[in-house]
């Protein structure tokens, strides 16, 4: 198994810009994640699924917009980048279902710089 | 929503001598509590973690404690080695177990 694969690795954006993160994992993991992690602040809930068809909001999901077509990936969408989304992003699946709370895989991670 | 709090940001200990990490909750519903470890540049990795109905879990020279009374947990770890070095985070899962809430991290330094 390739567990939870991130692609890109490294991106530069201009504010205003658009670009999609990808994740995915090949575990059938039900729930997905998507955080961001900047200095001081630890990780950040940014959207989440408990299955295919199925996201809803974290902490901080503004600016971001995520879908759920397959069990396999959960694509992070930003549709208009800002300085602030500057961050590396990280994806996680877990085996859980809704209402269970099991281990959190976590994907390399994206890091991201907007100018 | 839960809040997580950490401490201390950052801790040096000499190598043999053990480290403790606290965190604090605020939801009293929160009964899942992992602990990450992240190397500089890595993906954070579960290190040890706990459920409600467990007061200590203990896995080699990694240690965790829960007083869900006081609403805080720690990480104990014992005989520190200079590869212990790293961010290490502490994490609270919602009630619905959909959410988790991660501390702000602590840097650990293990002096050789």
């Known amino acids: 198994n390739a567990g939870v694969t991130q692609t890109p690795k490294f991106q530069v954006l201009k504010t205003g810009q658009s670009m999609t993160l990808q994740c995915a994992q090949d575990?059938?993991?039900?729930?997905m994640s998507w955080y961001r992690q900047d200095p001081g602040m630890g990780l950040r809930l940014i959207h989440y699924s408990v299955g295919a068809g199925i996201t809803d909001q974290g902490e901080v999901p503004n600016g971001y917009n995520v879908s759920r077509s397959t069990t396999e990936d959960f694509p992070l969408r930003l549709l208009s980048a800002a300085p602030s989304q500057t961050s590396v992003y990280f994806c996680?699946?877990?085996?859980?279902?809704?209402?269970?709370?099991?281990?959190?895989?976590f994907g390399p991670g994206t890091r991201l710089l907007v100018l | 929503g839960e809040n997580v709090e950490q401490h201390p940001s950052t801790l040096s200990v000499q190598e043999g001598d053990s480290a403790v990490i606290k965190c604090t909750y605020s939801?009293?519903?929160?009964?899942?509590f992992p602990w990450y470890k992240q190397e500089l540049g890595k993906r954070p990795q579960l290190i040890i973690d706990?459920?409600?109905?467990?007061g200590e879990k203990k896995d080699q020279r990694i240690a965790v404690t829960l007083n869900k009374t006081a609403k805080h947990f720690s990480l104990h770890i014992t005989e520190t080695q200079p590869e212990d070095s790293a961010v290490y985070f502490c994490?609270?899962?919602?009630?619905?177990?959909?959410?988790?809430?991660f501390g702000t991290g602590t840097s650990l330094t293990v002096i050789p």
């Open positions: 996680a699946s877990s085996p859980a279902g809704v209402g269970q709370k099991e281990t959190q895989y």
């Open positions: 939801d009293s519903a929160s009964n899942y």
């Open positions: 994490a609270a899962a919602s009630n619905t177990g959909n959410q988790f809430y």
């Open positions: 575990m059938n993991h039900e729930y």
């Open positions: 706990i459920r409600s109905n467990v």
